[in-house]
C-alpha cells in the first residue's frame, strides 16, 4: 500500500507538480472539530443580530479586495493601519453575543456528567427539592387565574445560577410565595406589576425587575417585550419563565434559549416537577444527538 503510494506521488510530482499529502487519524479528528466549530459558529451567527454585523463586514472585505485588484495604494495603506484598531472594534461590537456564547458553553459544560466529575464545583446542588409541592401548585394555579383574565405576568423561577445581578434590578419582595400574591403583584395599575418577579425556591425575592431581552431572529413577531425577556433570562440563565400573555391570556414557557407556546396546567406542571427534582431530570442528549438534530432542522 505504502509502494503504490509512493508511486503515485512520484508519477503526480513528475508530471502535474502535484502531491499527496500524508492522512494521519488525528487529521481527520482535526477536520471534524474544525467543521463542528463553524458549523456552531454559523448556527449562532444566524440566530442573532450579528448575522446583519456580518454582511457589513463581508461588504468592507470586499471593498478592500477591490482596491487591491485596482492597486489603490492609500486606500490599502488605511486598511493596513485600522486593522488592529478593527479587531479590537470587533469585540467591542460583539460583546453581548461573545458573552452569551461562551455563557451557554459554561452551561453546557455544567450541564455534562463527565465535566461535573472532572470539577465537582461546577455540579449542580444536591438532590433536595428546589421548592416544595405546595409552591408548584400555586404557581400553576395563580398562572391560569391570571391567563383567565388576561392579566399579563413574567415569572423567573431560578435554577443553579442565581439571578442576583436581575434580583438588584427590581424592588425587593423576600416573601413566601403563594397564589394570592402573585395575583395581586401582576394586578393592573399596581405599583409592582411592571416587569418580572424572581422566585427562589418557595419565595418572591424581588418584583419589577428588568431582564435581558433575546436579538433571536427566529422568534415571532407577534410577541412582545414579556416573551422577548423570557427567552432573554433563559439564554443567560438555566432558570424557567412563565409568561402570561396580556393580549391573549395563553401560557408561555421560556427555558433553555427556546419558548414554548400556549402549554396547558399539565404541561406546565410537568415543566416544573422536572424543576423541582433534580435527581428526575431527563437526561441530556448527547452532543453527537443534538448536532444530528441541528442538521435535519436545516
Not at 142 to 170: F, H, N, W
Amino acid at each position: 500500500m505504502n509502494e503504490t503510494l509512493n508511486n503515485l506521488n512520484t508519477f503526480l510530482g513528475d508530471y502535474f507538480n502535484l502531491s499527496i499529502p500524508h492522512f494521519h487519524v488525528i487529521d481527520g479528528v482535526e477536520i471534524v472539530l474544525i467543521a463542528m466549530f463553524f458549523y456552531m459558529i454559523l448556527v449562532w451567527i444566524k440566530d442573532t443580530r450579528a448575522f446583519m454585523l456580518l454582511r457589513g463586514i463581508i461588504m468592507v472585505i470586499i471593498f478592500f479586495m477591490a482596491a487591491a485588484l485596482l492597486q489603490m495604494n492609500t486606500i490599502l495603506w488605511l486598511g493596513e493601519k485600522l486593522i488592529s484598531a478593527g479587531l479590537i472594534a470587533l469585540i467591542v461590537v460583539f460583546q453581548p453575543e461573545l458573552r452569551a456564547a461562551l455563557e451557554r458553553l459554561g452551561r453546557s459544560l455544567g450541564r455534562s456528567n463527565w465535566m461535573n466529575r472532572l470539577l465537582p464545583i461546577v455540579a449542580g446542588r444536591d438532590g433536595a427539592k428546589r421548592f416544595s409541592d405546595h409552591t408548584l401548585q400555586d404557581l400553576v394555579k395563580a398562572s391560569y387565574e391570571m391567563g383567565a383574565v388576561k392579566t399579563g405576568a413574567l415569572i423567573v423561577v431560578e435554577k443553579d445560577v442565581q439571578l442576583t445581578e436581575y434580583e438588584r434590578t427590581g424592588i425587593e419582595v423576600d416573601a413566601l410565595l403563594s397564589r394570592q400574591l402573585l395575583i395581586n403583584i401582576f394586578e393592573k395599575n399596581t405599583p409592582l406589576h411592571d416587569g418580572a418577579v424572581i422566585v427562589r425556591g418557595d419565595r418572591v425575592v424581588s418584583a419589577t425587575c428588568y431582564l435581558p431581552l433575546t436579538d433571536s431572529m427566529m422568534l415571532s413577531k407577534e410577541l412582545g417585550t414579556r416573551h422577548r425577556a423570557a427567552v432573554g433570562i433563559s439564554e443567560v440563565s438555566d432558570s424557567v419563565t412563565i409568561v402570561v400573555s396580556e393580549e391573549t391570556g395563553k401560557i408561555s414557557v421560556a427555558t433553555e434559549n427556546r419558548l414554548i407556546r400556549d402549554v396547558d396546567a399539565g404541561e406546565l406542571a410537568e415543566i416544573l416537577t422536572k424543576l423541582q427534582n433534580p435527581s428526575q431530570q431527563t437526561p441530556k442528549k448527547s452532543w453527537i444527538d443534538r448536532f444530528k438534530k441541528g442538521v435535519r432542522s436545516k
